[in-house]
């Protein structure tokens, strides 16, 4: 018995996915991959760029609208302190360089109680040239907030965006990467959701030539729930790659995880890695994730990796399930079996696909914003199969 | 008129040893306003000459012709088939995630009448369809066929064919796994279908318990891809005592 709790103690005391490397500030714990690590294979390094010298910044910080409901603030902080409100270190090379370069961090924070009527809007814009940004977004315990956090115009961005989650508030955060063609956005996106908090983030990855986003979470007391919901359409020679982590690090938390993508486009490629660990103090845990993928041309590729780590048989459940595949010759016949052409068949079952996850959103202008985004894919996806026909 | 008409029909598979015919030769007429069964044992072919008729890509028919009202059917995508009257009620009708009964009902009619059912009457129109088969209203906010019983997809298909009012039904055993009420349910939809006189119906079932509700003109019996024997509603009460036994046999001392 001594021998297998000792062991069990071990796997506790340095647990975690081999698949995540130790957070760190410091830059010599982050070295310049090379390509063959596990965590970066994915990744074409070579247009990462700015992402991965340290080299500064070149260009200008990103120009920030806002919209703020009343009580909400949003300061400039000092790159220490947003060290010390973080949730965690940065887990990759790129956020670390996001912290240390990004001159001053800043802080949103919306107050505990606060009941927020109206959504918060933060929208960054990119002039070009390499850039980092570290933000802290603190919410008060039992605050209820909707906090929407979109890129947009062009840039090499590297971004750490830390979230911290007082106990019993309820939270939706977006983050929706709009970017121009040309931009590049890499960095890590940590959550801690609060005692009995009920987080939900949702990331939609649609423009861009390359988007990188580590999206770790972890829960700082018990009963806490996170939904994360992501959408990507991956175009021709686009990189959207999200990897998520979920700790499960306290009793009786709960985590659902679904994301979806469309690829169209000669070398299209996006990657999905979910990893779910289940610390032997989480017990009553409950977690399923869940990727979806959808080829719409040949040429793409998706990459899923689901992982779960158990380290606790007293869980509610956990599970998890991928698939990537081109449309379902099945669904199709049917639709078109009751009349409705190839084309709009095909239509039909992209929107539903994706109707799934943004009527979840609860945001209008995002899901109109999303909605709008998907018509343009369709368009594009209707004009290659008219293409490939003629 | 909705004449079908199934001549020389010849279909084939492909498998992993190569192309494996299952319609060997189907002949079969259905008048204008006639429900005709096709009864037959598992993996005579039945379902293979539905899907071949409604044009499911995996089906290549080989040689012959599939009429409708003396339109030629074979030639034409799946949809195009819909379009020129034709329905196939589903053995196991597919999950459609996101997309909900009413949006896929609304497209499905636009596409056969070419314009779009009026928003007012055609949401009253759907309810009272849905309820027709017991289904209450919240089925039409749902996504299409995703978490439905069993029953609940057959009486869908039978909302589906009230609504979409196709000139010739094809029910790919849409009998099979319902309760005794359900069954009733979907037997009157049929029967509602086929009042007017002038739609067609080619049955296809396995058991003949749903003949007790949806009277026949004619049985035909299916073995091996091709009609083995016909008669009127009496050959189903022979099967009912003697079961496919006889015939399978005959088929083979054939063979």
């Known amino acids: 018995m001594t021998a297998v709790s000792n062991v069990a103690e071990a796997v506790e005391a340095n647990p975690a996915s081999h698949l995540h490397p130790t957070p760190s500030w410091e830059l010599t714990d982050h070295p310049l991959p090379s390509g063959r690590e596990e965590v970066w294979r994915f990744t074409p390094l070579r247009r990462l760029g700015a992402l991965l010298t340290d080299a500064g910044v070149s260009g200008q910080p990103l120009k920030w609208e806002t919209r703020l409901p009343a009580g909400v603030s949003l300061e400039p902080i000092s790159r220490e302190q947003a060290r010390a409100l973080s949730v965690e270190a940065p887990i990759d090379r790129i956020s670390a360089l996001a912290a240390l370069n990004c001159g001053v961090g800043v802080q949103l924070n919306v107050p505990a109680d606060a009941e927020l009527a109206e959504p918060i809007l933060l929208t960054g814009i990119g002039t070009g040239g390499s850039v980092a940004e570290h933000l802290v977004i603190t919410v008060g315990a039992h605050a209820r907030a909707t906090i929407v956090l979109r890129y947009t115009g062009s840039a090499t961005l590297a971004d750490k965006t830390d979230l911290v989650i007082g106990d019993g508030a309820e939270v939706t955060f977006v983050t929706i990467a709009d970017w121009a063609e040309d931009a590049t956005h890499g960095g890590h996106h940590a959550v801690s959701v609060g005692r009995d908090a009920q987080v939900r983030t949702v990331t939609a990855s649609l423009g861009g030539d390359l988007v990188r986003l580590a999206e770790t979470a972890r829960f700082a007391g018990p009963g806490g729930s996170l939904e994360q919901f992501g959408v990507y359409f991956v175009d021709a020679g686009q990189h959207v790659e999200h990897r998520l982590f979920v700790d499960h690090n306290e009793p009786r938390t709960t985590s659902y995880v679904d994301y979806r993508g469309a690829l169209q486009g000669k070398d299209a490629h996006s990657v999905w890695v979910g990893d779910v660990l289940i610390r032997k103090v989480a017990e009553g845990t409950n977690t399923y994730e869940t990727n979806k993928n959808l080829l719409l041309t040949d040429g793409c590729r998706a990459d899923s990796i689901p992982n779960l780590e158990i380290e606790t048989g007293e869980i509610e459940g956990a599970g998890h399930s991928s698939t990537t595949g081109r449309f379902d010759d099945e669904q199709l016949f049917y639709l078109r079996s009751r009349g409705i052409s190839e084309s709009e068949a095909r239509q039909l079952v992209v929107r539903g696909f994706f109707a799934q996850i943004i009527r979840r959103i609860g945001v209008p202008e995002v899901e109109s914003r999303l909605l709008k985004v998907l018509e343009a894919e369709l368009e594009v996806m209707v004009a290659t199969a008219q293409g490939d026909l003629a | ?255």
């Open chain 2, 1 to 255: 008129m909705s004449e079908l008409r199934i001549s020389g029909l010849h279909v084939e598979v492909e498998t992993e040893t190569g192309p494996k015919e299952i319609l060997k030769g189907v002949d079969l007429t259905i008048g204008t306003g006639q429900v005709h069964a096709i009864m037959g044992p598992n993996g005579s072919g039945k379902s293979t000459l539905a899907y071949s008729i409604a044009g499911h890509p995996k089906y290549n028919i080989t040689s012959g012709s599939v009429t409708l009202d003396g339109v030629e059917l074979t030639e034409m995508t799946v949809d195009q088939r819909a379009r020129a009257g034709l329905f196939l009620s589903m053995q196991y009708p597919v999950e459609v995630p996101g997309v909900s009964v009413a949006n896929f009902l609304r497209t499905a009619k636009t596409a056969l009448t070419g314009e779009a059912p009026k928003v007012r009457t055609w949401v009253k129109e759907v309810n009272a369809a849905m309820e027709k088969v017991g289904l209450d209203s919240t089925f039409a906010t749902r996504s299409l066929n995703e978490g439905f019983s069993g029953g609940e997809k057959k009486r869908n298909e039978i909302a589906q064919l009230d609504l979409l009012d196709p000139k010739f039904a094809i029910l790919d055993e849409t009998d099979s796994g319902l309760d005794i009420d359900a069954l009733r349910i979907v037997s009157e939809g049929v029967n509602r279908y086929t009042e007017a006189g002038d739609r067609g119906v080619l049955l296809i079932t396995h058991y003949t318990r749903i003949l007790k509700y949806v009277k026949p003109d004619f049985v035909h019996v299916f073995v091996d891809g091709h009609v083995v024997a016909q008669g009127g509603a009496e050959l189903a009460d022979q099967l009912e005592v003697s079961g496919y036994d006889e015939f399978v046999k005959a088929a083979k001392v054939d063979a």
